[in-house]
Protein backbone atom coordinates (compact mmCIF):
# COMPACT_ATOMS: atom_id res chain seq x y z
CA UNK A 1 0.00 0.00 0.00
CA UNK A 2 1.37 3.35 -0.55
CA UNK A 3 2.33 6.48 1.41
CA UNK A 4 -0.90 7.98 1.23
CA UNK A 5 -3.02 4.59 2.33
CA UNK A 6 -0.86 3.98 5.05
CA UNK A 7 -1.17 7.26 6.11
CA UNK A 8 -4.69 6.89 5.98
CA UNK A 9 -5.46 3.82 8.17
CA UNK A 10 -3.13 4.94 10.88
CA UNK A 11 -4.98 8.63 11.20
CA UNK A 12 -8.13 6.14 11.00
CA UNK A 13 -6.99 3.36 13.64
CA UNK A 14 -5.36 6.70 16.03
CA UNK A 15 -8.78 8.75 15.56
CA UNK A 16 -10.79 5.66 16.52
CA UNK A 17 -8.56 4.74 19.45
CA UNK A 18 -7.68 8.10 20.86
CA UNK A 19 -12.01 8.89 20.49
CA UNK A 20 -12.99 5.90 22.67
CA UNK A 21 -10.25 6.88 25.77
CA UNK A 22 -10.61 10.17 25.62
CA UNK A 23 -14.25 9.68 25.55
CA UNK A 24 -14.05 7.45 28.96
CA UNK A 25 -12.45 10.30 30.61
CA UNK A 26 -15.56 13.15 29.45
CA UNK A 27 -18.26 10.64 30.12
CA UNK A 28 -17.09 9.91 33.88
CA UNK A 29 -16.50 13.37 34.23
CA UNK A 30 -19.82 14.46 33.10
CA UNK A 31 -20.96 11.71 35.15
CA UNK A 32 -19.64 13.25 38.82
CA UNK A 33 -20.93 17.28 37.86
CA UNK A 34 -17.33 18.24 36.41
CA UNK A 35 -17.09 20.66 33.49
CA UNK A 36 -15.18 19.33 30.51
CA UNK A 37 -13.59 22.71 29.12
CA UNK A 38 -12.19 20.59 25.87
CA UNK A 39 -12.60 17.66 24.04
CA UNK A 40 -10.11 17.26 21.46
CA UNK A 41 -8.82 14.46 19.36
CA UNK A 42 -5.33 15.00 17.98
CA UNK A 43 -3.51 18.10 19.31
CA UNK A 44 -4.07 22.20 18.71
CA UNK A 45 -0.48 22.77 19.34
CA UNK A 46 0.11 26.55 18.82
CA UNK A 47 -3.77 26.52 18.69
CA UNK A 48 -3.34 24.94 15.06
CA UNK A 49 -6.58 23.47 14.22
CA UNK A 50 -8.90 21.88 11.84
CA UNK A 51 -12.27 21.97 12.94
CA UNK A 52 -13.33 23.32 16.32
CA UNK A 53 -17.22 23.67 17.96
CA UNK A 54 -18.34 25.16 21.66
CA UNK A 55 -21.29 23.24 22.53
CA UNK A 56 -22.48 24.79 26.49
CA UNK A 57 -19.27 24.66 27.73
CA UNK A 58 -17.54 22.21 26.19
CA UNK A 59 -15.44 23.19 22.75
CA UNK A 60 -15.03 20.46 20.76
CA UNK A 61 -12.45 20.22 18.20
CA UNK A 62 -9.77 17.80 16.16
CA UNK A 63 -6.11 19.01 16.37
CA UNK A 64 -3.80 19.32 13.26
CA UNK A 65 -1.32 16.55 15.12
CA UNK A 66 -3.12 13.52 14.76
CA UNK A 67 -0.72 11.13 17.82
CA UNK A 68 -3.06 11.81 20.21
CA UNK A 69 -5.73 13.70 21.47
CA UNK A 70 -7.39 15.59 25.09
CA UNK A 71 -9.91 16.12 27.63
CA UNK A 72 -9.54 19.36 29.34
CA UNK A 73 -11.43 18.91 32.73
CA UNK A 74 -11.46 22.13 35.03
CA UNK A 75 -9.13 21.94 37.89
CA UNK A 76 -6.91 19.39 36.64
CA UNK A 77 -3.12 19.46 36.65
CA UNK A 78 -3.26 17.36 32.98
CA UNK A 79 -1.48 17.75 29.74
CA UNK A 80 -2.73 21.43 29.11
CA UNK A 81 -0.05 22.32 32.34
CA UNK A 82 -3.37 25.48 33.34
CA UNK A 83 -2.38 27.34 36.11
CA UNK A 84 -5.13 29.59 36.05
CA UNK A 85 -7.27 28.66 38.86
CA UNK A 86 -3.81 27.52 40.85
CA UNK A 87 -4.27 30.96 43.45
CA UNK A 88 -8.66 30.40 43.32
CA UNK A 89 -10.74 28.27 45.42
CA UNK A 90 -11.53 25.30 44.37
CA UNK A 91 -15.21 25.79 42.42
CA UNK A 92 -17.99 22.40 42.91
CA UNK A 93 -17.47 21.52 39.48
CA UNK A 94 -13.58 21.41 39.33
CA UNK A 95 -11.91 17.80 39.18
CA UNK A 96 -9.73 18.98 42.79
CA UNK A 97 -13.22 19.38 44.75
CA UNK A 98 -14.20 16.05 44.09
CA UNK A 99 -13.87 12.99 46.11
CA UNK A 100 -10.38 10.86 45.47
CA UNK A 101 -12.87 7.69 44.43
CA UNK A 102 -14.42 9.93 42.01
CA UNK A 103 -11.02 11.21 40.59
CA UNK A 104 -9.65 8.12 40.52
CA UNK A 105 -12.80 6.78 38.44
CA UNK A 106 -12.27 9.11 36.15
CA UNK A 107 -8.63 8.98 35.06
CA UNK A 108 -9.25 5.14 34.95
CA UNK A 109 -12.42 5.97 32.15
CA UNK A 110 -9.92 6.09 29.62
CA UNK A 111 -8.22 3.22 30.06
CA UNK A 112 -11.30 1.47 30.62
CA UNK A 113 -12.88 2.38 27.63
CA UNK A 114 -9.86 1.02 25.22
CA UNK A 115 -10.15 -2.31 27.22
CA UNK A 116 -14.53 -2.28 26.31
CA UNK A 117 -13.57 -1.26 22.72
CA UNK A 118 -11.18 -4.22 22.16
CA UNK A 119 -14.08 -6.74 23.86
CA UNK A 120 -16.80 -5.33 21.91
CA UNK A 121 -14.43 -5.86 18.33
CA UNK A 122 -13.93 -9.64 19.60
CA UNK A 123 -17.88 -10.18 20.54
CA UNK A 124 -19.06 -8.28 17.29
CA UNK A 125 -16.44 -10.50 15.12
CA UNK A 126 -17.35 -13.49 16.75
CA UNK A 127 -20.72 -13.08 16.79
CA UNK A 128 -20.80 -12.54 13.07
CA UNK A 129 -18.59 -15.02 11.69
CA UNK A 130 -18.40 -17.25 14.53
CA UNK A 131 -15.12 -19.10 16.28
CA UNK A 132 -12.38 -19.43 13.66
CA UNK A 133 -10.91 -23.19 14.17
CA UNK A 134 -8.25 -24.15 11.24
CA UNK A 135 -7.54 -28.32 12.22
CA UNK A 136 -4.15 -28.79 13.25
CA UNK A 137 -3.05 -31.40 10.80
CA UNK A 138 -2.35 -28.68 8.13
CA UNK A 139 0.70 -28.67 7.50
CA UNK A 140 2.74 -25.21 8.20
CA UNK A 141 3.66 -22.63 5.46
CA UNK A 142 6.99 -21.05 7.10
CA UNK A 143 8.09 -18.01 5.28
CA UNK A 144 11.91 -17.30 4.74
CA UNK A 145 13.80 -15.68 7.53
CA UNK A 146 10.45 -15.71 10.24
CA UNK A 147 11.07 -16.91 13.69
CA UNK A 148 9.40 -20.07 13.44
CA UNK A 149 12.33 -20.47 10.32
CA UNK A 150 14.94 -19.73 12.52
CA UNK A 151 13.99 -21.87 14.94
CA UNK A 152 14.32 -24.86 12.79
CA UNK A 153 10.67 -25.60 11.48
CA UNK A 154 10.58 -25.79 7.38
CA UNK A 155 7.48 -25.89 4.89
CA UNK A 156 5.11 -28.73 5.31
CA UNK A 157 6.06 -29.49 9.08
CA UNK A 158 2.87 -30.27 11.21
CA UNK A 159 2.78 -28.73 15.13
CA UNK A 160 1.67 -32.27 17.43
CA UNK A 161 2.66 -30.79 20.60
CA UNK A 162 3.24 -27.07 22.37
CA UNK A 163 4.99 -26.91 25.57
CA UNK A 164 4.31 -30.84 26.02
CA UNK A 165 0.59 -30.64 25.47
CA UNK A 166 -1.79 -31.59 22.33
CA UNK A 167 -3.95 -29.33 20.59
CA UNK A 168 -6.90 -29.84 18.18
CA UNK A 169 -6.51 -26.27 15.77
CA UNK A 170 -3.60 -23.45 14.87
CA UNK A 171 -5.29 -21.19 16.76
CA UNK A 172 -4.52 -22.88 19.94
CA UNK A 173 -1.10 -23.28 18.63
CA UNK A 174 -0.41 -20.38 17.91
CA UNK A 175 -1.89 -19.14 21.05
CA UNK A 176 -0.52 -15.63 22.47
CA UNK A 177 -0.77 -16.82 25.96
CA UNK A 178 1.90 -19.00 25.07
CA UNK A 179 3.80 -16.96 23.00
CA UNK A 180 4.57 -14.65 26.34
CA UNK A 181 5.16 -18.03 28.57
CA UNK A 182 8.12 -18.40 30.64
CA UNK A 183 9.75 -21.20 27.97
CA UNK A 184 7.93 -22.39 24.95
CA UNK A 185 8.61 -25.38 22.58
CA UNK A 186 7.01 -27.60 20.16
CA UNK A 187 7.14 -30.99 19.33
CA UNK A 188 6.91 -31.18 14.91
CA UNK A 189 6.24 -34.03 12.90
CA UNK A 190 8.37 -34.25 9.74
CA UNK A 191 8.85 -37.11 7.22
CA UNK A 192 7.07 -39.48 10.03
CA UNK A 193 9.81 -38.29 12.53
CA UNK A 194 8.65 -36.17 15.77
CA UNK A 195 11.45 -33.47 16.29
CA UNK A 196 11.95 -30.70 19.36
CA UNK A 197 12.30 -27.26 19.21
CA UNK A 198 12.87 -24.31 20.92
CA UNK A 199 11.45 -20.57 20.73
CA UNK A 200 13.95 -17.96 21.78
CA UNK A 201 13.18 -16.63 24.95
CA UNK A 202 12.52 -12.90 23.18
CA UNK A 203 10.37 -14.52 20.97
CA UNK A 204 7.65 -11.55 20.97
CA UNK A 205 10.97 -9.18 20.56
CA UNK A 206 11.57 -11.06 17.14
CA UNK A 207 8.09 -11.50 15.69
CA UNK A 208 8.15 -7.44 16.12
CA UNK A 209 10.99 -7.56 14.65
CA UNK A 210 10.02 -9.20 11.93
CA UNK A 211 6.31 -7.66 12.12
CA UNK A 212 4.59 -11.37 11.99
CA UNK A 213 4.99 -14.41 13.12
CA UNK A 214 5.61 -15.64 9.32
CA UNK A 215 3.95 -19.10 10.21
CA UNK A 216 0.48 -20.44 8.95
CA UNK A 217 -1.36 -23.85 7.31
CA UNK A 218 -0.61 -23.73 3.73
CA UNK A 219 -2.74 -23.38 1.06
CA UNK A 220 -2.56 -25.84 -1.84
CA UNK A 221 -1.83 -23.83 -5.10
CA UNK A 222 -5.12 -25.37 -6.61
CA UNK A 223 -6.43 -23.15 -9.48
CA UNK A 224 -10.17 -21.93 -9.32
CA UNK A 225 -10.09 -20.44 -12.84
CA UNK A 226 -8.06 -20.08 -15.70
CA UNK A 227 -9.40 -16.85 -17.20
CA UNK A 228 -10.00 -16.38 -20.71
CA UNK A 229 -7.51 -14.57 -23.26
CA UNK A 230 -4.57 -15.20 -20.40
CA UNK A 231 -1.49 -16.91 -20.62
CA UNK A 232 -2.29 -19.77 -18.73
CA UNK A 233 -5.66 -20.81 -20.51
CA UNK A 234 -4.13 -20.25 -23.79
CA UNK A 235 -1.37 -22.67 -23.01
CA UNK A 236 -4.10 -25.47 -21.53
CA UNK A 237 -3.81 -25.07 -17.87
CA UNK A 238 -7.45 -26.08 -16.27
CA UNK A 239 -9.32 -24.86 -13.95
CA UNK A 240 -8.94 -27.32 -11.24
CA UNK A 241 -5.34 -28.19 -11.10
CA UNK A 242 -2.69 -28.42 -8.48
CA UNK A 243 0.55 -26.76 -9.51
CA UNK A 244 3.52 -28.90 -7.75
CA UNK A 245 6.42 -27.15 -9.38
CA UNK A 246 7.66 -24.07 -11.22
CA UNK A 247 11.02 -24.88 -13.64
CA UNK A 248 11.64 -27.70 -11.63
CA UNK A 249 11.06 -26.62 -8.07
CA UNK A 250 8.90 -27.44 -6.36
CA UNK A 251 6.57 -25.82 -4.82
CA UNK A 252 3.39 -26.37 -2.04
CA UNK A 253 1.91 -22.92 -1.12
CA UNK A 254 -0.04 -20.34 -3.27
CA UNK A 255 2.33 -17.44 -2.29
CA UNK A 256 5.14 -19.62 -3.62
CA UNK A 257 3.47 -19.68 -7.11
CA UNK A 258 2.63 -15.88 -6.89
CA UNK A 259 5.99 -15.04 -6.38
CA UNK A 260 7.70 -17.23 -8.25
CA UNK A 261 5.57 -16.33 -11.23
CA UNK A 262 5.84 -12.40 -10.80
CA UNK A 263 9.39 -12.39 -10.72
CA UNK A 264 9.08 -13.65 -14.16
CA UNK A 265 7.54 -11.20 -16.38
CA UNK A 266 8.25 -11.78 -19.59
CA UNK A 267 10.04 -15.03 -19.51
CA UNK A 268 8.95 -18.82 -20.27
CA UNK A 269 8.38 -20.90 -17.20
CA UNK A 270 8.06 -24.23 -17.05
CA UNK A 271 4.83 -25.02 -14.58
CA UNK A 272 3.71 -28.66 -13.62
CA UNK A 273 0.66 -29.55 -12.13
CA UNK A 274 -1.53 -32.60 -11.53
CA UNK A 275 -5.12 -32.49 -13.01
CA UNK A 276 -8.05 -34.90 -12.05
CA UNK A 277 -11.21 -35.06 -14.20
CA UNK A 278 -13.88 -33.74 -12.30
CA UNK A 279 -17.09 -36.17 -11.53
CA UNK A 280 -20.38 -34.92 -10.86
CA UNK A 281 -21.94 -34.91 -7.35
CA UNK A 282 -17.98 -35.58 -6.17
CA UNK A 283 -15.80 -33.00 -4.41
CA UNK A 284 -12.68 -33.32 -5.18
CA UNK A 285 -9.53 -31.98 -2.42
CA UNK A 286 -6.32 -31.36 -2.77
CA UNK A 287 -5.35 -34.77 -1.41
CA UNK A 288 -7.45 -36.56 -4.08
CA UNK A 289 -5.67 -34.41 -7.02
CA UNK A 290 -2.09 -35.65 -5.32
CA UNK A 291 -3.12 -39.36 -5.33
CA UNK A 292 -4.92 -39.76 -8.35
CA UNK A 293 -4.23 -36.90 -10.65
CA UNK A 294 -2.43 -36.84 -14.14
CA UNK A 295 1.08 -34.98 -14.32
CA UNK A 296 0.87 -32.47 -16.99
CA UNK A 297 4.21 -29.87 -17.75
CA UNK A 298 3.43 -26.95 -19.48
CA UNK A 299 5.12 -23.83 -20.42
CA UNK A 300 4.11 -20.19 -20.40
CA UNK A 301 5.26 -16.94 -20.43
CA UNK A 302 3.37 -14.34 -17.70
CA UNK A 303 2.81 -11.09 -19.17
CA UNK A 304 4.65 -7.84 -18.76
CA UNK A 305 2.59 -7.32 -14.87
CA UNK A 306 4.02 -11.23 -13.89
CA UNK A 307 0.71 -12.81 -14.26
CA UNK A 308 -0.82 -15.58 -16.24
CA UNK A 309 -4.29 -15.17 -15.23
CA UNK A 310 -5.44 -18.15 -12.64
CA UNK A 311 -7.34 -17.60 -9.24
CA UNK A 312 -6.85 -19.55 -6.19
CA UNK A 313 -9.29 -22.16 -5.24
CA UNK A 314 -9.91 -22.30 -1.17
CA UNK A 315 -9.72 -25.39 -0.18
CA UNK A 316 -8.09 -24.97 3.11
CA UNK A 317 -10.88 -26.19 5.74
CA UNK A 318 -11.42 -23.12 7.96
CA UNK A 319 -14.60 -24.01 10.66
CA UNK A 320 -16.54 -21.08 11.53
CA UNK A 321 -18.72 -22.27 15.26
CA UNK A 322 -21.57 -20.15 14.95
CA UNK A 323 -21.92 -18.65 19.12
CA UNK A 324 -25.29 -16.69 20.42
CA UNK A 325 -24.75 -13.53 22.10
CA UNK A 326 -23.73 -15.45 25.13
CA UNK A 327 -21.36 -17.66 23.95
CA UNK A 328 -19.77 -14.33 21.57
CA UNK A 329 -19.58 -12.27 24.87
CA UNK A 330 -17.69 -15.07 26.45
CA UNK A 331 -15.38 -15.92 23.98
CA UNK A 332 -14.81 -11.81 23.27
CA UNK A 333 -14.02 -11.04 26.71
CA UNK A 334 -12.12 -14.20 27.30
CA UNK A 335 -9.72 -12.70 24.06
CA UNK A 336 -9.90 -9.49 25.74
CA UNK A 337 -8.49 -10.91 28.82
CA UNK A 338 -5.58 -12.90 26.84
CA UNK A 339 -4.60 -9.77 24.70
CA UNK A 340 -4.31 -8.05 27.79
CA UNK A 341 -2.22 -10.73 30.06
CA UNK A 342 0.20 -10.64 26.87
CA UNK A 343 0.55 -7.03 26.62
CA UNK A 344 1.34 -6.90 30.23
CA UNK A 345 3.65 -9.93 29.93
CA UNK A 346 5.19 -8.46 27.07
CA UNK A 347 6.18 -5.07 29.28
CA UNK A 348 7.71 -7.29 31.68
CA UNK A 349 9.85 -8.95 29.49
CA UNK A 350 11.09 -5.59 28.24
CA UNK A 351 11.48 -3.96 31.62
CA UNK A 352 13.72 -7.02 33.36
CA UNK A 353 15.63 -6.76 29.56
CA UNK A 354 14.18 -10.84 28.42
CA UNK A 355 12.96 -8.72 25.33
CA UNK A 356 15.00 -5.87 23.23
CA UNK A 357 13.43 -2.71 24.12
CA UNK A 358 14.20 -1.02 20.37
CA UNK A 359 12.65 -4.05 18.78
CA UNK A 360 9.63 -4.51 20.75
CA UNK A 361 8.25 -0.98 20.56
CA UNK A 362 6.77 0.77 17.57
CA UNK A 363 6.15 4.01 16.71
CA UNK A 364 3.78 5.98 14.23
CA UNK A 365 5.92 4.58 11.30
CA UNK A 366 5.87 0.96 12.27
CA UNK A 367 1.96 1.41 13.16
CA UNK A 368 1.32 2.75 9.91
CA UNK A 369 2.75 0.20 8.31
CA UNK A 370 1.10 -2.56 10.65
CA UNK A 371 -1.91 -0.85 9.65
CA UNK A 372 -2.26 -0.80 6.23
CA UNK A 373 -0.92 -4.51 6.11
CA UNK A 374 -3.69 -5.02 8.41
CA UNK A 375 -6.38 -3.14 6.33
CA UNK A 376 -4.94 -4.51 2.51
CA UNK A 377 -5.99 -8.55 4.47
CA UNK A 378 -9.34 -6.86 4.73
CA UNK A 379 -11.71 -5.74 7.58
CA UNK A 380 -11.36 -8.24 10.15
CA UNK A 381 -7.68 -8.51 10.27
CA UNK A 382 -8.23 -4.00 10.53
CA UNK A 383 -10.50 -4.88 13.42
CA UNK A 384 -8.30 -7.19 15.21
CA UNK A 385 -4.84 -5.17 14.81
CA UNK A 386 -7.49 -1.99 16.26
CA UNK A 387 -8.29 -4.47 19.21
CA UNK A 388 -5.14 -5.35 19.83
CA UNK A 389 -3.67 -1.44 19.73
CA UNK A 390 -6.38 -0.24 21.88
CA UNK A 391 -5.13 -3.23 24.43
CA UNK A 392 -1.88 -1.66 24.07
CA UNK A 393 -2.93 1.57 24.71
CA UNK A 394 -5.18 0.73 27.85
CA UNK A 395 -1.80 -0.59 29.36
CA UNK A 396 0.63 1.78 28.43
CA UNK A 397 -1.89 4.95 29.61
CA UNK A 398 -1.81 3.10 33.22
CA UNK A 399 1.53 2.66 33.87
CA UNK A 400 2.66 4.56 36.21
CA UNK A 401 4.70 7.62 34.76
CA UNK A 402 4.00 10.95 35.22
CA UNK A 403 1.59 12.90 32.70
CA UNK A 404 -0.03 9.42 31.93
CA UNK A 405 -3.46 8.16 33.32
CA UNK A 406 -1.28 6.20 35.79
CA UNK A 407 1.47 8.87 37.23
CA UNK A 408 -1.91 11.18 37.81
CA UNK A 409 -3.99 7.62 39.33
CA UNK A 410 -0.90 7.37 41.78
CA UNK A 411 -0.70 11.26 42.63
CA UNK A 412 -4.47 11.22 43.27
CA UNK A 413 -4.09 8.07 45.64
CA UNK A 414 -1.58 9.34 47.43
CA UNK A 415 -3.91 12.53 48.14
CA UNK A 416 -6.37 9.87 49.05
CA UNK A 417 -4.46 8.10 51.61
CA UNK A 418 -2.38 11.29 53.19
CA UNK A 419 -5.83 12.87 53.06
CA UNK A 420 -4.81 16.22 51.60
CA UNK A 421 -3.77 17.45 48.36
CA UNK A 422 -0.07 17.83 47.16
CA UNK A 423 1.41 21.37 47.01
CA UNK A 424 0.56 22.73 43.28
CA UNK A 425 4.10 23.44 42.43
CA UNK A 426 4.90 20.31 43.13
CA UNK A 427 2.18 18.49 40.94
CA UNK A 428 3.09 20.85 38.42
CA UNK A 429 6.56 19.77 38.51
CA UNK A 430 6.25 16.33 38.16
CA UNK A 431 4.53 16.59 35.24
CA UNK A 432 6.44 19.15 33.74
CA UNK A 433 9.15 15.66 33.57
CA UNK A 434 6.51 13.63 32.90
CA UNK A 435 5.82 15.38 29.40
CA UNK A 436 9.83 16.42 28.89
CA UNK A 437 10.23 12.51 29.31
CA UNK A 438 6.98 11.35 27.30
CA UNK A 439 8.56 13.58 25.06
CA UNK A 440 12.27 12.28 24.48
CA UNK A 441 10.71 9.25 24.79
CA UNK A 442 8.34 9.92 21.51
CA UNK A 443 11.34 11.43 19.84
CA UNK A 444 13.62 7.92 20.27
CA UNK A 445 10.64 5.95 19.17
CA UNK A 446 10.64 7.97 16.35
CA UNK A 447 13.93 8.10 15.44
CA UNK A 448 14.22 3.93 16.04
CA UNK A 449 11.03 3.39 13.71
CA UNK A 450 13.32 5.27 10.94
CA UNK A 451 16.54 3.15 12.18
CA UNK A 452 14.64 -0.68 12.38
CA UNK A 453 12.02 0.14 9.29
Known amino acids: ?97 KPVWQRLIVLAGGVAMNVILAAVIFIGITLVLGESRTNVNNPAFVEKGSIFEIMGMKTGDRFMLANGKSFESWEEVLDPELLTARSLNYTILRDGKSLRIEAPGNIMSRINEKQGLGIRPIIPPVIDEALEKEPAKAAGIKSGGLITAINAKAVSDWTEVVGIISSNAGKPITITWLYLEPVKGRDITANMIRSEGKTIVTTVVPNKAGKIGISLKQTLVTERRKLNLAGAIQSGVGQTWKMSAMTVQGFVKIFTGQEDFRRSVGGPIKIAKIASRSAEQGPVSFLYFLAMLSISLAIINILPVPALDGGQFVLNGIEGIIRKEIPFETKMRIQQIGMALLLALFAFIIFNDILNP
Open 1 to 97: MDFLGSTFFFILAIFILVTAHELGHFLTAKLFGMRVDKFYIGFDFFDLRLWKKKIGETEYGIGVFPLGGYVKISGMVDESLDTNFQNSEPQPWEFRA
